[in-house]
């Protein structure tokens, strides 16, 4: 009996992921201003690239992978501490609005993912508030998409930018 490799077995529950995004988006609502993009072009994008390359992993990758340990037990370890701070991120956006949270996750994000690197500070902090506010401000004032400003700014009666 053949062993299933696991970049198939990834590549499906990758293709299984970009139809529930797409299958999720087709409800959202449209209110199409003029010419502008909309609330579902940047999800439909997003599933078409997670598909594209689970099916060019699959394609390319499956045949070179070797059966070796995919994730040893650090590994892993490593891998649920990234999951927790996800869902963190998600729930701290929900109070505390998508700017803080994005630089905030950011910083922690790249914490976790250096490992035992020596990485410079101030870079981390600099890029974390860079990329932070070019998201929140490329899609509240470049696309007019509301991202979420926090419950606990809304209950203090503090207008986020």
Known sequence: MKKIKKTYIAGVLCLILAGWI???TSMI??????????????????????????????????????NKEYLNQAGWKRM?????????????MHYIGFWISSVLGMLIFIWTLKGEKKINRVFAVCFSVGLGSL?????????HI????????????????
């Open 22 to 24: 797409a299958w999720q």
């Open 29 to 66: 609502p449209e209110r199409l201003v003029s010419n502008e993009p909309g609330p579902k072009m940047f999800p439909y994008f997003s599933a078409a690239g997670i598909a594209i390359f689970a099916v060019l992993s699959m394609i390319f990758d499956a045949p070179k992978e070797a």
């Open 80 to 92: 649920a501490i990234i999951m927790g701070e996800v869902l963190g991120f998600c729930i701290a």
């Open 135 to 143: 998201c929140y401000f490329g899609f509240t004032r470049g696309f």
């Open 146 to 161: 509301p991202l979420p400003v926090g419950e606990i700014w809304n209950m203090l009666g503090i207008n986020m930018l």
